[in-house]
C-alpha cells in the first residue's frame, strides 16, 4: 500500500472549542501533578544539526520521551494526571483528605485497594496505568489485543498487573475492557473515548500538555511544521489545543502521521460526512501504538479543525527511521526510538525523500525549504526490546 497526504479541508485558522470541551486543557495543576512523581525529570529536547543538512531542512529537534520515568514513552503522563482527577473527586468528600497536586504521588492517602483500574492498551498506555495503580497500591487489569509483543506484555506484568490478552484487535481489547468493567465495577481508564465515556480520556490529553509545556520551557525558539505520531487521536488533540490556543503566532502547520493501513483519522477527514469512521479488519502495522481503526470521540473536533495535513508511513519508513536515529549522523545524538516513536522521522523521511506528485503538493503545501524548523515527537524508546533488537541492532 502507498503512503497518502491529505491536507485538511476541515482547517480552521483559528479555532474555537466549546468551553467544556477545553476545561480539561486549562486546568492550572497539570504539571504540578506530574512534579509530584519521584521520578519525574523533563525529557531533553535534541537538535540533529548533521540530519537537517542531508535532508536540506533548517533544523530538525526531537522531543526524547524514551527517557520518560523508565517506561520509555510519553503515555504515562496521561495515566498519572487522568489517575490523579479520578481519585481527587473520590478524596474530596466529607472525612477524607486529598494531598495538594503538588504532592499527591508523594503523599497518597488513598486507602490500598480502593480500585481496581482497567484499559486496553496496545502497550504504552497500560505500562502508564499499572505504573500509577501499583504507587497507589491499587489493582490494575490490562487488555491487550493478540498480536502484542512479548516483551509489552512482560512489561506491563513487571509493574504488578494482570494482563488479559483478548483474541482480536485494540479495538476488540477495548469493548472487551469496558464489558469486564461493567459487570464487575472496576474503574476504566481509557485513552480513547467513546459516547458517554468522555471525562478520563479528557484528563489523559491535558496530562500529555506537560510534554509540549517542556519543550517551549527549553526552546523559544518558532517551529515551521510540528509532526504527531497518531493512534486514537488523543496526543495530536493535545497539540492541536497548544499549538492552536497556548502558543503564539506564528503558529506552525500541523502534520498528524499513521501507520498506512490503520490510519483512521486520515479516512475520517476524507470521509463524506466529515465525522470519524471506523476501519474495518486487523491492523498490522509495526507501530503498534498507531495501530488503532477508530478515532478518539473527544479528540476529534480537535483534530479535525487543527490540523493542517494528514500523512500515512509504511512500516519498511518506520524501521529506516529508528536506524537513522540510532546510527545518528555525523556527529548527531544517538536516539532510541521504537516502532511508533519513530514514525515522525519516517513522515520526516518521506516528505523529503518521496518522489510522486502528492509528496511535490505536500511539500509545497508545507512550504518545505531549506529554512524549515521541524519538531519530532519520539513518542517512545524501546519499548518492545526484542523487535527494537531486530530491526536496528
Ligand atoms: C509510542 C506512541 N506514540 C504515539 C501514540 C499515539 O497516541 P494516540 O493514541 O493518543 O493518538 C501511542 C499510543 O499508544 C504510542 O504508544
Not at 536540506?56 to 494526571?81: P, Q
Not at 482480536?168 to 475492557?177: E, H, L
Not at 490540523?307 to 537513522?324: K, S, Y
Request: proline share 6%; glycine share 8%; net charge negative.
Amino acid at each position: 500500500m502507498m503512503t497518502k497526504f491529505v491536507s485538511n479541508i476541515h482547517r480552521q485558522t483559528s479555532p474555537q472549542w466549546p468551553a467544556d470541551t477545553v476545561a480539561a486543557f486549562t486546568a492550572p495543576d497539570i504539571s504540578a501533578v506530574h512534579r509530584s512523581l519521584s521520578e519525574y525529570r523533563p525529557t531533553p529536547l535534541l537538535s540533529l544539526p548533521n540530519l537537517a543538512h542531508e535532508l536540506t531542512v533548517g533544523e530538525i529537534l526531537v522531543k526524547d520521551e524514551s527517557h520518560r520515568f523508565r517506561l520509555k514513552a510519553f503515555k504515562a503522563l496521561g495515566s498519572a494526571y487522568s489517575i490523579y482527577r479520578f481519585v481527587r473527586q473520590y478524596l474530596e468528600r466529607p472525612g477524607r483528605q486529598c494531598p495538594p497536586a503538588d504532592q499527591f504521588y508523594r503523599e497518597s492517602t488513598l486507602p490500598k485497594g480502593t480500585f481496581v483500574f482497567c484499559t486496553a492498551t496496545d502497550g504504552n498506555h497500560g505500562r502508564g496505568v499499572a505504573w500509577i495503580a501499583r504507587q497507589l497500591s491499587q489493582r490494575a487489569v490490562i487488555y491487550m489485543p493478540t498480536n502484542s509483543a512479548h516483551a509489552r506484555i512482560e512489561n506491563i506484568r513487571k509493574e504488578g498487573a494482570e494482563v488479559v490478552v483478548v483474541d482480536g484487535s485494540y479495538d476488540d481489547a477495548v469493548a472487551r475492557c469496558a464489558k469486564d468493567a461493567h459487570a464487575r465495577g472496576w474503574q476504566i481508564i481509557s485513552d480513547t473515548s467513546w459516547p458517554g465515556y468522555e471525562e478520563i480520556p479528557r484528563w489523559i490529553q491535558a496530562g500529555y500538555l506537560t510534554m509540549f509545556e517542556e519543550i517551549h520551557a527549553d526552546n523559544d525558539a518558532g517551529f515551521d511544521i510540528v509532526i504527531v505520531p497518531a493512534g486514537v487521536g488523543a496526543l495530536a488533540a493535545a497539540a492541536a489545543w497548544y499549538y492552536n490556543c497556548v502558543y503564539p503566532e506564528p503558529r506552525p502547520k500541523l502534520v498528524s502521521v499513521e501507520p498506512v493501513g490503520a490510519d483512521c483519522l486520515l479516512q475520517s477527514i476524507v470521509s463524506e460526512t466529515g465525522e470519524p469512521v471506523s476501519l474495518k479488519g486487523q491492523f498490522a502495522s509495526i507501530m503498534a501504538g498507531l495501530n488503532c481503526g477508530t478515532p478518539s470521540t473527544i479528540a476529534w473536533p480537535f483534530v479535525k479543525r487543527g490540523f493542517d495535513l494528514f500523512m500515512t508511513v509504511t512500516d519498511d519508513a518506520a524501521r529506516e527511521a529508528m536506524r537513522t536515529y540510532y546510527r545518528s549522523t555525523g556527529d548527531d545524538p544517538r536516539i532510541i526510538s521504537g516502532e511508533s516513536g519513530a514514525s515522525g522521522l519516517a513522515a520526516l523521511l518521506t516528505l523529503c525523500n518521496e518522489s510522486s506528485v502528492a509528496a511535490d503538493d505536500a511539500r509545497a503545501f508545507l512550504s518545505l525549504s531549506p529554512s524549515t524548523k521541524v519538531l519530532l515527537l519520539n513518542t517512545e524508546g524501546d519499548t518492545d526490546s526484542e523487535g527494537f533488537g531486530e530491526i536496528v541492532l
